[in-house]
């Protein structure tokens, strides 16, 4: 059973700063691209972040690029959103998924095979 598990999520000051982490289980880490994606209250699910299979590669959504990082540990089983100068409209749930390492659909939704539960994340001004 596969399963994707985000911890770090809470309240911060706009310009403050977080760390988002996913555990993954059930399924063989290195073979897949992870994703990290937000919802906010009344919006669609939207692409924030994904690194490739070996870490060789990442992206960013253009409303994150400067501020957030994406990192993973394939020995841990573990990826990470490191989240800097958050801003009021960075609020949402934010949820990582995993995508099979041969596609490349990596910013649409439909494309991720597992997600995590979500985990809140409110920033005040």
């Known amino acids: 059973q596969v399963q994707l598990v985000e911890s770090g999520g809470g309240l911060v000051q706009a310009g403050g700063s977080l760390r988002l982490s996913c555990a993954a289980s059930?399924?063989?880490?290195?073979?897949?691209?992870m994703g990290w994606f937000r919802q906010a209250p009344g919006k669609e699910r939207e692409f924030v972040a994904v690194?490739?299979?070996?870490?060789?590669?990442?992206d960013y959504a253009d409303s994150v690029k400067g501020r957030f990082t994406i990192s993973r540990d394939n020995a841990k089983k573990t990826v990470d959103l490191q989240m800097n100068s958050l801003r009021p409209e960075d609020t949402a749930v934010y949820y990582c998924?995993?995508?099979?390492?041969?596609?490349?659909?990596?910013?649409?939704?439909?494309?991720?095979?597992?997600w995590g539960q979500g985990t809140q994340i409110t920033v005040s001004s």
């Open positions: 998924a995993a995508i099979d390492w041969r596609s490349t659909g990596y910013y649409d939704t439909r494309s991720y095979n597992y």
């Open positions: 059930g399924l063989t880490f290195r073979y897949f691209n």
């Open positions: 690194i490739t299979w070996n870490g060789g590669r990442t």
